[in-house]
Nanobody
Framework: VQLQASGGGLVQPGGSLRLSCAAS????????IGWFRQEPGKEREGVLC????????FCADSVKGRFSVSKDIAKNTVYLHMNSLRPEDTAVYYC???????????????????WGMGTLVTVSS
């Protein structure tokens, strides 16, 4: 199983980015994909958004309204759409796959079995 996160970069405050998580060795109807981030010098946060196996989605209150998640089954890829970015969104963003993540679970990193390498998002003018 491999997860490849990409799409990070430098963006100005108020800007948008779309991160991609390309999965191989698993299918998106068998695993939920969660997005996490870790700011420099800090612990990794709880899940930002989840693309569930059944196609439903979840985003934490902290990013709801600015971030959303979608998936392309044909490409076996999940996307994190980030809008109205703020300097405090600067972090390394990770995607992770969890086989048992469901509607009321998947909020914590230990619930995910596979992790990608991360992609750096820098929000700065």
């Amino acid at each position: 199983v491999q997860l490849q996160a990409s799409g990070g970069g430098l963006v100005q405050p108020g800007g948008s980015l779309r991160l991609s998580c390309a999965a191989s060795g698993l299918t998106l109807d068998s695993y939920a994909i969660g997005w996490f981030r870790q700011e420099p010098g800090k612990e990794r946060e709880g899940v930002l958004c989840i693309s569930m196996k059944d196609g439903s989605t979840f985003c934490a209150d902290s990013v709801k309204g600015r971030f959303s998640v979608s998936k392309d089954i044909a490409k076996n890829t999940v996307y994190l759409h980030m809008n109205s970015l703020r300097p405090e969104d600067t972090a390394v963003y990770y995607c992770a796959a969890g086989e048992r993540v469901g509607t009321y679970t998947g909020r914590f990193d230990y619930e995910y079995q596979y992790w990608g390498m991360g992609t750096l998002v820098t929000v700065s003018s």
